[in-house]
């Protein structure tokens, strides 16, 4: 917290400050305590708005913390978050752009910087407005083209913005929250080395295919396996030099053989390799053979091919509740990025068949 030359402590951010990074510092009893001793709760992250005597803050998590001024004990305005000390660097904008090419709509449309994307309802990711830049409009007549595009389709209009890092949408998480947009799922995108992961020693077979075959399709978990979703995937297609048209450049995906002939692969992944990038996704091990390593093994052949294509950086998505995937992507060296959010128009249900890690 602020504090003056002579010891007390100091407010030193105002409305001027909005769209900046902030720490704070507040007085109030926790709900349900009693007594007088004084308790303060100190918050960090992106002013999004002081209005009508109340800040809006966004956490890192996209949590949005609402603080009455007449409340502020201390407030100063802090540097951006220090940047990865391990691992690759990498910016938002990069990483969501790659991250969009790993996993294409079927369908999408321009509106300014934003990209309107729709693929029959299958993941929210493919059917979601990737929110980059300036919508060219203003937020609410922007929003209602949104809706109206989503409406033609018969879908639920989404939008994905992101919090967390360097040039994240804060602001725009909290003007949606403002206007009654329903936040449904938080994941994060962590990144990584490859060479650390594909220099790992295991001795598990794992199969890897330009194509995801009926064997990998009946361990893959989603349910409802269209045209559309494959297209989605990438089934059959290698995409070999489609960067320039805004696809990914490979596709590639793992199966490590059952245990019994005939039976669905024991574990599976599928990777995409873009420039310097790898994307991780759909890394699925039958329940029955988890904790055998077969997951590290699916990444570690996906991350050689990778390196042998030219890559050298790792990104992957996962849910922020799912402990698992956490602990395993953490003990292959990556690390969280920023965390992104689905906001949902409102009103709206859910039609968009389910959210998981690596996939929503």
């Not at 902030?22 to 009693?34: D, E, H, K, Q």
């Not at 994307?279 to 091990?285: I, K, L, M, P, R």
């Not at 790792?314 to 602990?327: H, I, K």
Request: aromatic fraction near 6%; proline fraction near 6%.
């Amino acid at each position: 917290m602020e504090i003056s030359a002579a010891g007390r402590l100091e407010v030193r951010i105002t409305a001027a400050d909005v769209g900046k990074r902030v720490s704070v510092r507040r007085l109030g009893n926790p709900s349900g305590s009693t007594g007088t001793q004084k308790k303060f709760t100190d918050t960090v992250g992106v002013l999004a708005s002081w209005d009508n005597g109340v800040l809006l803050i966004t956490r890192r998590d996209g949590e949005l913390v609402r603080i009455p001024e007449t409340s502020l004990v201390a407030g100063k305005v802090v540097p951006a978050a220090p940047a990865r000390r391990r691992g690759p660097a990498a910016s938002y904008p990069e990483l969501a752009r790659i991250s969009a090419r790993a996993w294409r709509p079927v369908e999408s449309e321009p509106l300014g910087d934003w990209e309107l994307r729709a693929a029959g309802g299958f993941t929210r990711r493919a059917n979601s407005v990737l929110a980059l830049g300036d919508p060219g409009l203003p937020l609410d007549d922007a929003l209602s083209v949104v809706r109206r595009w989503y409406g033609e389709r018969g879908l639920p209009a989404y939008i994905q913005a992101a919090t967390g890092a360097e040039g994240t949408q804060e602001l725009l998480c909290a003007e949606l929250a403002e206007r009654g947009w329903v936040r449904e799922v938080t994941a994060e995108v962590w990144i990584g080395a490859l060479a650390p992961v594909a220099d790992r020693d295991t001795p598990v077979q794992v199969r890897l295919s330009r194509e995801a075959d009926e064997a990998w399709l009946a361990r893959y978990q989603r349910k409802g396996l269209s045209e559309i979703a494959l297209r989605v995937l990438g089934w059959g297609s290698p995409r070999t030099g489609e960067a320039e048209r805004g696809g990914a450049q490979s596709v590639w995906f793992a199966a490590v053989p059952g245990e019994e002939a005939g039976a669905p692969p024991a574990a599976i992944g599928r990777c995409v390799v873009d420039g310097r990038w790898a994307g991780f996704a759909a890394v699925e091990v039958d329940p029955a053979l988890r904790r055998r390593g077969l997951a590290t093994a699916v990444m570690t052949a996906l991350a050689g091919r990778a390196l042998e294509e030219g890559a050298s950086a790792g990104w992957l998505q996962v849910e922020t509740d799912n402990a698992g995937a956490r602990a395993l992507y953490g003990e292959l060296g990556f690390a969280p990025h920023h965390a992104y959010h689905h906001f949902r128009e409102p009103g709206a249900g859910d039609d968009s068949g389910g959210s998981r890690a690596g996939q929503g």
